[in-house]
């Protein structure tokens, strides 16, 4: 039996090193075991505020002689206004647009058009319907006129902050003209590539393709997967299967199941490929086709192999602009003409939801179409907009009150994440999917502020006594854990938390204010840092050439600058607000003769893409060595997604070990976990 050295990664990051999850699981007679090393954290967390850290200290902070406070404006202030921040729901648009794509995805006042169709029937009017203010995002997935023409009037008319294209070219005059209106629009103009992520506030966008321009004009198509919430999207352009397969060939980044495809151009028959829909599963597909279009789109073998795994299909051509409405977790569709059965459709594998199958008759070659019907009005399916509604109350020269109405939906999915299995709180600032709601609520405490004449010093500390005045709660109290960090919203609903909770909401609240901060990880506590300039008395850390003045977020009456004494003197870590990858991992291991099946899904909680990222798998031989090990490509895995891994292993014979599996990231090692020991 070959043994192996143990193949240690060496710990050399600042930052991403996390705690060691150790394990177990079942292991009888060579069935099956399950690792969740997040679980497993979970259970080795700390107390209360709990956070050694183990990266940079800093020096103590300086506590320069104390002086005046800054003057205090005249009290007198009036009641806070009262935000009323609306529900964020995503919805998309297939425009109809004839043979042609043209797909706007809208989420509040942001706006992310895929493709405009051709010049011809233009899309304009539509936009101007439902863009607010300027469009954040246009893509155009590839240079034929079916998808650029009609981006031409949109570039004229719209204001255009970031444009992604392929960086194919043509000789088109179409093309032409795109290009020069892309170039005098000013805006950030990207070329796509695999992996890149395209973001608009709250929404990201991962490039699952192309790698590089080898294909075809339609092959080298941009494809883009939007997950929101549970609901899922992809966006083929007009992919054939040439790219299908190359995106299926892709070690490093899986396909994933979706609840929306976009079918891949038109609905030819040259793509959907069998594998590509098996693995894509999409419960909802929209073609995107002109009536009688002289191509025969879609083809009979696209729409047989789309029936085939039970997804309901829709196209443009009979069923007029198709809008998909989604709060996350259950969506909707409505169309313009005909009907679409207006069944409130749960997100999640596609197996698990029962299929209504409405038979969408799909317009066949050999078949005359019938006649058109008589477009229907759109008709909105009412979602009912959950707000849970909490009343805060504070002091700051005066009495203050603001009552929150928060989404459910937000505030659920937020309970529902995994706590990421990393000390860096950072993560919880940086997560985007609760940015249009906080700086809905900065907005207020800015416009509040700017009412009062606040200078930005007293903007800041508004803000923190704001935060300070939620009452503090330990986590064992509220919930199963002892140690469970909050995100800002959950903070916000809850109405209090410990250290680490008030300190991530106010380091939320005082960077979306638009001043520096960090997070100042201290033994067992968390507080807030504001960069100040040398006008500021107090204690302050020192951090890349800058001061960080303390902020104490767990009680009322705790100033800017204002350590408490139990920590002076005392070093800190400074966890500056970026986003940071953060991996948990869970698997299965059946085992049958002498191979041993290893399935590890590595998933990224955090918010950035990890690169780079191997697993290792292999059976304890003691003494930091393991027997038949095996290790996967280094693959990139974006925020959200998941790497499913397969490796097998050859079982030794007559030993007493364990399976050891290793997440790496950047020659770092990130994750570790053990089964049981067991006999071969
Ligand atoms: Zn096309």
């Known amino acids: 039996m070959p043994l192996n050295e143990r193949d240690y990664y060496k710990d050399k990051s600042e930052g991403s090193q996390q705690p060691r999850g150790s394990s177990s699981g079942n292991w009888s007679g060579c069935l099956v075991f399950v690792i969740v090393a997040i679980i497993v954290w979970i259970v080795l967390g700390a107390r209360d505020c709990d956070v050694q ?127 020069n209106c892309v170039d005098s629009e000013g805006a950030e103009v990207h070329i796509a590539r695999l992996h890149n992520i395209i973001k608009a506030s709250a929404l990201s966008f991962y490039v699952h393709h192309p790698a590089d321009l080898e294909g075809t004009q339609n092959n080298n198509s941009i494809v883009l997967h939007l997950g929101f919430g549970e609901t899922d999207f992809l966006f083929t352009g007009d992919v054939e ?28 028959r040259t793509a959907s490929s069998e594998d590509f829909i098996a693995i894509t599963k999409p419960a909802v597909a929209i073609y995107m086709a002109g009536k009688d279009n002289r191509y025969g789109h879609p083809h009979i073998e696209a729409i047989e192999t789309l029936r085939t795994i039970g997804a309901e299909i829709y196209g443009t051509d009979n069923y007029g602009t198709i809008v998909v409405s989604t709060e996350g977790k259950t969506y909707t569709l409505r169309s313009e003409k005909n009907s679409i059965p207006d069944t409130i459709r749960t997100s999640s594998s596609p197996e698990s939801t029962s299929q209504l199958a409405p038979e969408p008759i799909p317009p066949s070659e050999e078949t005359a179409t019938p006649a058109v019907q008589l477009p229907t009005e759109i008709v909105e399916i009412s979602e009912p907009n959950v707000l849970i509604t909490r009343d805060y109350k504070w002091i700051y020269q005066g009495e203050w009150s603001w009552t929150g109405e928060i989404p459910l939906f937000l505030y659920e999915y937020y309970q529902k994440i995994p706590r990421p299995p990393t000390k860096n709180y950072s993560v919880y600032v940086t997560h985007p999917l609760d940015d249009p709601y906080i700086d809905l609520l900065v907005e207020k405490i800015k416009k509040a502020a700017q009412q009062e004449g606040y200078t930005e010093f007293q903007n800041v500390e508004f803000a923190a006594a704001f935060v300070q005045s939620l009452p503090y709660t330990a986590d064992s109290v509220t919930t199963p854990f002892d140690e469970y960090p909050r ?14 909770d008030t300190s991530i909401l106010l380091a939320s609240i005082i960077d ?91 998933r990224n909680v955090g918010t950035a893409p990890a690169y780079n990222v191997t697993v290792l798998a292999g059976f304890d031989a003691g003494n930091g060595m393991v027997w038949n090990s095996k290790e996967s490509e280094p693959a990139t895995i974006g925020v959200d997604q998941k790497l499913t891994v397969t490796l097998y292993l050859k079982i030794p014979l007559d030993k007493h070990t364990r399976l050891v599996v290793q997440i790496g990231m950047d020659n770092v090692l990130v994750e570790e976990s053990y089964s049981d020991w067991f006999d071969t």
């Open 487 to 500: 995100y800002p919203i959950e903070t916000l609903v809850d109405n209090g938390g410990d250290c680490e």
């Open 241 to 268: 299967q040439e790219a299908e397969g190359a995106m299926m060939m892709l070690s490093s980044v899986r396909l994933p199941e979706v609840e929306i495809l976009k079918v891949g151009h038109h609905g030819s």
């Open 512 to 602: 979306k204010l638009g001043y520096g901060t960090v997070l100042i990880m201290l033994p067992n506590h968390v507080g807030v840092g504001v960069k100040g300039g040398e006008n500021i008395y107090g204690s302050y850390y020192e951090y890349k050439g800058n001061k960080y003045y303390y902020i104490e977020t767990t009680g009322e009456g705790w100033k800017i600058g204002k350590l408490p004494d139990a920590y002076k003197g005392t070093k800190a870590t400074i966890r500056p607000l970026v986003s940071v990858p953060v991996l948990t991992h869970e698997g299965r291991i059946e085992g049958s003769g002498f191979f041993a099946k290893v399935e590890i899904t590595v």
């Open 53 to 179: 850290d183990d990266t940079t200290t800093i020096s103590p902070p300086t506590t320069p002689a104390p002086s005046p406070e800054p003057a205090p404006s005249p009290p007198l202030p009036e009641p806070a206004p009262v935000p009323t921040p609306s529900v964020k729901e995503l919805k998309v648009h297939f425009i109809d647009v004839g043979q042609g794509d043209s797909i706007l995805v809208d989420l509040g006042e942001t706006e992310v058009l895929i493709d405009g169709g051709d010049r011809e029937p233009g899309i304009v009017s539509y936009l101007k319907e439902h863009v607010d203010g300027p469009l954040e995002v246009m893509v155009a997935t590839h240079p034929h006129a079916d998808h650029i023409g009609g981006l031409i009037e949109v570039l004229e008319t719209f204001d255009v902050e970031e444009i992604w294209h392929n960086g194919d070219t043509s000789t088109s005059k179409t093309y032409e003209d795109f290009m």
